[in-house]
């Protein structure tokens, strides 16, 4: 079984702050991770992805994520946030199978 | 390319109603899948199709009906609507090719569907 956790449900930052959403998983297998972006009334697009190599992954919008195996986690990172950027964030994986699984998702709100 | 399309945006529908959701992409994906979304649900997967002429169940597949067309078409059917069924639903493909490692999911715009 696999499993993916989004440590926080909203997380409210102020604009130009830095800011990090949470994702730990769980598998048994080896996995490939991803983090999408959904914008009001908008379906998901993909932000990132990591499949192998560098532990580091940069996106678009100057997001990017790390890779922690021994930690299980894929935490999403941005340095400078704009009030664009506001949207629900998902993290999912997908590991030996066709259906990957998805986090519930972390609504970042950036306030002016 | 338009990629993933779903149709209608909007539907409201009576209990007891039946109705299809239409869903086509252009990428010429193997694996399409029907998720609904709701408030602090996050995605719940309704049904998937791994390749064309196979259809699977996921994690929520009561009072749905699907039919794999075809590579291009993915249609979901709720046969008598109930207002559990009030979502937003979402179609999406993938590739879901281990050898050309393309896995992540293309998704459409959504159907947003009131069962009054």
């Known amino acids: 079984a696999q499993s993916v956790t989004q440590l926080d449900s909203q997380v409210p930052v102020f604009e130009e702050a830095p800011v990090e959403l949470r994702c730990n998983y769980s598998?048994?297998?080896?996995?490939?991770l991803f983090w999408y972006v959904q914008y009001p009334n908008q379906g998901l697009q993909l932000l990132l992805k990591?499949?192998?190599?560098?532990?580091l992954v940069k996106g678009i919008n100057g997001f990017e994520a790390e890779f922690n195996k021994s930690q299980t986690s894929f935490h999403l990172r941005k340095p400078s946030v704009h009030i664009s950027d506001t949207a629900e964030y998902f993290c999912?994986?997908?590991?030996?199978?066709?259906?990957?699984?998805f986090g519930r998702g972390t609504s970042l709100i950036v306030h002016p | 390319n338009a990629g993933v399309t779903q149709t209608p945006k909007f539907q409201v529908l009576k209990t007891g109603q039946s109705m299809t959701l239409q869903c086509a992409q252009d990428?010429?994906?193997?694996?399409m899948y029907w998720y609904r979304q709701d408030p602090g649900m996050g995605l719940r997967l309704i049904y998937y199709?791994?390749?064309?002429?196979?259809?699977d169940k996921g994690e929520v597949p009561n009072g749905y009906n699907v039919s794999r067309l075809n590579k291009r078409e993915f249609s979901l059917r709720l046969e008598s609507a109930a207002p559990s069924q009030t979502s937003v639903y979402f179609c999406?493909?993938?590739?879901?090719?281990?050898?050309?490692?393309?896995?992540?999911?293309?998704f459409g715009p959504g159907t947003r569907l009131t069962v009054t």
């Open positions: 999406a493909s993938s590739e879901a090719s281990w050898a050309s490692g393309n896995h992540e999911q293309y």
């Open positions: 598998s048994s297998v080896s996995v490939y």
């Open positions: 990591y499949l192998s190599g560098s532990t």
């Open positions: 999912a994986l997908r590991g030996g199978s066709y259906i990957p699984t």
């Open positions: 990428m010429n994906h193997n694996s």
């Open positions: 199709s791994a390749s064309e002429g196979t259809t």
